[in-house]
């Protein structure tokens, strides 16, 4: 079951999207936890803990490394599609790219950096031009939310429909 987010919440929660200069989009999303940076980084690249809150990756681990990533949170039949690891330097920095059958490849950077004793992390990803991006958004907004239920810091979101419901309107986004 989810815990309302506050309007307030929401506002500095939500993924920002920006226009870069050639015409992309730009999804950023900001969170930050009271926990050391190596947990953080544990949450993001340990197999048993990211299997708690995305899914499962099976390959080579390091800069270079290929595998196979199922989003085993996901609706319906979970199928790995291929990934890379385009970057990997503990516990600051993780970039990924997973092909995606129906859309662009995705690029995923994550970067962490400690401040003020908080851990803190960028999610950003670029989509195409004409990519309908607040879907993808809300889907991130979910995962992070799972993320954070992993490091102990608030209860993981209920099942998708309820958190839909939740933050949608903050997205423009309506339950039909």
Same mark, same amino acid.
């Given at each position: 079951?989810?815990? *309302? ?10 993924? =920002? =999207?920006? &226009? ?9 999303? !900001?969170?930050?936890? @009271?926990? @050391? $940076? ?8 340990? @197999?048993?803990?990211?299997? !708690?809150? $995305?899914? =499962? ?9 290929? +595998?196979?990533?199922?989003?085993? /949170? ?10 890379? $690891? ?6 600051? !920095? ?12 995705? &690029? ?8 003020? +004793?908080?851990? /803190?992390?960028? %999610?950003?990803?670029? %989509? ?7 879907? %993808?958004?809300?889907?991130? /907004? ?10 102990? +810091?608030?209860?993981? *979101?209920? /099942?998708?429909?309820? %958190?839909?419901?939740?933050?949608? *309107?903050?997205?423009?986004?309506? *339950?039909?």
């Amino acid at each position: 079951m989810t815990t *309302p987010e506050t309007a307030t919440d929401l506002a500095t929660r939500r993924g =920002v =999207v920006t &226009r870069l200069d050639d015409g992309r989009q730009r999804l950023e999303f !900001r969170r930050s936890w @009271p926990d @050391p $940076i190596e947990d953080v980084w544990g949450a993001l690249t340990e @197999p048993d803990r990211l299997a !708690r809150w $995305i899914g =499962v990756y099976d390959g080579e681990r390091g800069p270079g490394g290929t +595998g196979s990533f199922v989003m085993t /949170h996901e609706a319906g039949e979970h199928t790995g599609e291929p990934m890379t $690891i385009l970057e990997c330097d503990p516990p600051r !920095r993780l970039v990924v790219e997973w092909t995606q059958q129906e859309s662009e490849d995705w &690029r995923v950077d994550l970067d962490l950096w400690t401040e003020a +004793g908080r851990t /803190h992390l960028s %999610f950003l990803q670029v %989509f195409p031009a004409d990519a309908d991006v607040v879907d %993808f958004a809300m889907g991130w /907004h979910w995962y992070l939310a799972k993320l954070e239920a992993e490091l102990g +810091g608030a209860p993981a *979101p209920g /099942h998708w429909d309820a %958190f839909y419901a939740e933050v949608g *309107p903050s997205y423009g986004r309506t *339950p039909s």
